[in-house]
Nanobody, 125 residues
Framework: QVQLVESGGGLVQAGGSLTLSCAASGSILNVHDMGWYRQAAGKQRELVATISSGGNTNFAGSVKGRFTISRDNAENTMYLQMKSLKFEDSGVYYC???????????????????WGQGTQVTVSS
């Protein structure tokens, strides 16, 4: 019913910037807390940043001050603006939503723990 689709990944030089987007598709009524996670080759997936439906944010210490997370609730889209990128920021970035309500006037459903397919970010040193 609901899908999260990331975009915006790519190759960038160290010190550069990149902005990722995550769009929730489907008959969306409400998207609750969302976040970005990343997984480098050979490592576990780790939290990058989260944003609540009300706009409260949280960042991993390694990205604080360099990354900004935001969302457009009207468009059901979340963004991750990344600046001063470092080699160690490389990895596959995943979009996450803890709860998405969808439906119409005559039905309503909820999906939990949704993940996008991931987008590759490669920072060259």
């Amino acid at each position: 019913q609901v899908q999260l689709v990331e975009s915006g990944g790519g190759l960038v030089q160290a010190g550069g910037s990149l902005t990722l987007s995550c769009a929730a598709s489907g008959s969306i009524l409400n998207v609750h807390d969302m976040g970005w996670y990343r997984q480098a080759a050979g490592k576990q997936r780790e939290l990058v940043a989260t944003i609540s439906s009300g706009g409260n944010t949280n960042f991993a210490g390694s990205v604080k001050g360099r990354f900004t997370i935001s969302r457009d609730n009207a468009e059901n889209t979340m963004y991750l603006q990344m600046k001063s990128l470092k080699f160690e920021d490389s990895g596959v970035y995943y979009c996450y939503a803890d709860r998405v309500t969808y439906g119409s006037d005559w039905y309503e459903g909820t999906d939990y723990d949704l993940w996008g397919q991931g987008t590759q970010v490669t920072v060259s040193s």
